[in-house]
């Protein structure tokens, strides 16, 4: 008798509970929204990027017009660019600054005997005044200073590149799992 009295109080629950979608759904359909957010999301940051990366593809291009890209396929990998006062025959200097191709700084010290000597030097830290040799002329530091904004300019683009690439492919997984369901 107690538990016919419990089942026909629990009936009018669920019966009311009949209409309503299962917890299972809930959460899909909450997951779908989510997914659908994102992607939202990832296009506008995509976009943002985009013009970003242009922008710092223009920065750059005009700061390479102040300098000499030289590479010598035969022995070297890397090219550098180098202001046009280094650029050819580097034996009337005993030191100078250079930018690798792919961003990096270099010091570079010639001895006596005409060894080579390259320190690079670290852009993440602000004052990178304190890695330079004492004793440097002004127009030397001043040097250095336009090789220091051009190799932060080409660390910047790739960043922002790698940061482009890394958003493509977000934007291409939300799409693809949302054409999934």
Not at 27 to 45: F, G, T, W
Not at 108 to 125: G, M, Q
Not at 145 to 172: F, G, H, N, S
């Amino acid at each position: 008798m107690k538990r016919f009295l419990y089942i026909i109080a629990l009936l009018p629950l669920l019966f009311s509970c009949e209409n309503r979608p299962s917890l299972v759904e809930q959460r899909k359909a909450e997951i779908k929204q989510n997914d659908s957010l994102e992607l939202v999301r990832a296009r506008a940051d995509l976009a943002q990027a985009d013009s970003v990366t242009t922008f710092k593809e223009l920065e750059l291009a005009d700061l390479q017009k102040q300098f000499i890209f030289e590479k010598q396929e035969k022995f070297q990998t890397i090219g550098c660019y180098v202001l046009p006062s280094y650029a050819g025959s580097k034996a009337k200097f005993s030191f100078f600054p250079e930018v690798e191709e792919g961003g990096a700084l270099l010091l570079v010290s010639i001895d006596k005997k005409r060894n080579y000597t390259f320190k690079e030097i670290p852009l993440a830290d602000p004052n990178y005044e304190a890695y330079l040799p004492s004793g440097l002329s002004t127009s030397v530091k001043n040097d250095i200073a336009q090789c220091c904004t051009l190799a932060k300019a080409i660390q910047d683009l790739q960043a922002a590149r790698e940061l482009q690439e890394k958003l493509t492919l977000k934007v291409l997984f939300y799409e693809k799992k949302g054409e999934s369901r």
